[in-house]
């Protein structure tokens, strides 16, 4: 698993170490992060990637910015 080459633990630990990692607040904060991580992806793929980025260099053209 890439856990544990990452945290230089194995099994149980590895995850946790990994979770805590990812999030401020430790562990708890690394499962927060992972589920609004799945929230942005679904809102992207919904909405569509193409759309958010086209709104973006608009809003960017709109405010003068090469």
């Given at each position: 698993?890439?856990w544990q080459?990452?945290?230089?633990?194995t099994g149980?630990?590895?995850?946790?170490?990994?979770?805590?990692?990812?999030?401020?607040?430790?562990?708890?904060?690394?499962?927060?992060?992972?589920?609004?991580?799945g929230l942005?992806?679904?809102?992207?793929?919904?909405?569509?990637?193409?759309?958010?980025?086209?709104?973006?260099?608009?809003?960017?053209?709109?405010?003068?910015?090469?």
């Amino acid at each position: 698993m890439q856990w544990q080459a990452t945290t230089g633990f194995t099994g149980a630990a590895a995850i946790t170490a990994a979770l805590a990692m990812l999030g401020l607040g430790g562990m708890i904060g690394g499962i927060a992060f992972l589920g609004i991580i799945g929230l942005v992806s679904e809102a992207l793929t919904k909405y569509g990637l193409e759309a958010l980025l086209k709104g973006v260099y608009l809003q960017s053209k709109s405010d003068g910015e090469p």
